[in-house]
């Protein structure tokens, strides 16, 4: 047992209890950490937090660690390779406006 207080969502499940314990509400400062957050706020619109979370290691795989200078230089032939990858959310505008906010950055 702890004496931690969490709010109400995060106690659904262990990935959101993580999460809500060691990364929400915590200042980030290191760019790549806040491309990650960009890129999967953007994936989860329209989704629960937890099904994104669970998603997470598979994002960071398919989308090079989430290095915007690699994401930025995805093609046609990437986009197609991530509409197959079962790991993520497959929305082709989802996946092009991650590239877009890379080249962005």
Request: aromatic share 10%; glycine share 4%.
């Amino acid at each position: 047992m702890t004496d931690r207080v969490r709010c109400a969502w995060a106690l659904r499940n262990a990935l959101l209890r993580a999460y809500h314990d060691r990364e929400w509400g915590v200042p980030l400062y290191d760019s790549r950490r806040l491309f990650e957050l960009l890129i999967l706020e953007g994936a989860q619109a329209g989704l629960s937090w937890d099904t994104i979370l669970a998603k997470r290691a598979n994002y960071r795989r398919a989308f090079d660690r989430f290095d915007p200078h690699k994401v930025a230089r995805y093609g046609a032939v990437k986009v197609n390779a991530l509409m197959a990858d079962p790991g993520i959310v497959r929305n082709r505008l989802k996946i092009e406006a991650a590239i877009a906010n890379a080249r962005a950055c």
